[in-house]
């Protein structure tokens, strides 16, 4: 029985190593922005350029202009009996389009959300506000760069 069991997971071993698994951020998928583009809020473009400029790799063979129209708006979510809000949600909307050589590759919108409560402090509602806008520009800085590392292994 146990030989059987040692067998087992040598095969299982073998078959898994050679299926050709590999991470998508271990690849070779280097690309280069000629010119990033964003339209909205100064402050939020200022920080999602930033993070992108960071991806942009100057001697890559790949080279695209990236230009993004970037919203962002926020919701009163929960109130509480007297009607005062609890809770908002902050939304930041991206609409991409990616470029190469003024042929447009693609157009997607990526929407990113987050929820902060309302301090008795207006000082740390503010700060929580802040903490949530920050996220979400992250998370939407690593959407955009994970969609075009995947347009990019094509």
């Given at each position: ?49 930033n993070n992108l400029s ?11 202009d990236l230009y993004i ?62 903490n949530s806008i920050q ?20």
């Amino acid at each position: 029985m146990r030989k059987i069991k040692i067998s087992l997971y040598i095969i299982i071993i073998i078959s898994l190593s050679s299926c050709g698994y590999s991470k998508l951020s271990n690849q070779s998928n280097e690309f280069n922005f000629n010119s990033i583009k964003i339209d909205g809020n100064k402050r939020l473009s200022y920080i999602l350029k930033n993070n992108l400029s960071l991806l942009s790799k100057p001697k890559s063979k790949k080279s695209y202009d990236l230009y993004i129209n970037l919203t962002s708006s926020k919701t009163s979510k929960i109130k509480d009996t007297t009607g005062k809000t609890t809770r908002f949600n902050m939304v930041l909307n991206g609409d991409l389009k990616l470029t190469d050589n003024n042929k447009v590759i693609t157009n997607r919108s990526f929407s990113v959300n987050n929820d902060y409560d309302v301090s008795n402090n207006h000082s740390d509602t503010i700060r929580n506000e802040k903490n949530s806008i920050q996220n979400n520009i992250d998370s939407l800085s690593e959407e955009i760069a994970k969609y075009i590392q995947l347009i990019n292994l094509n």
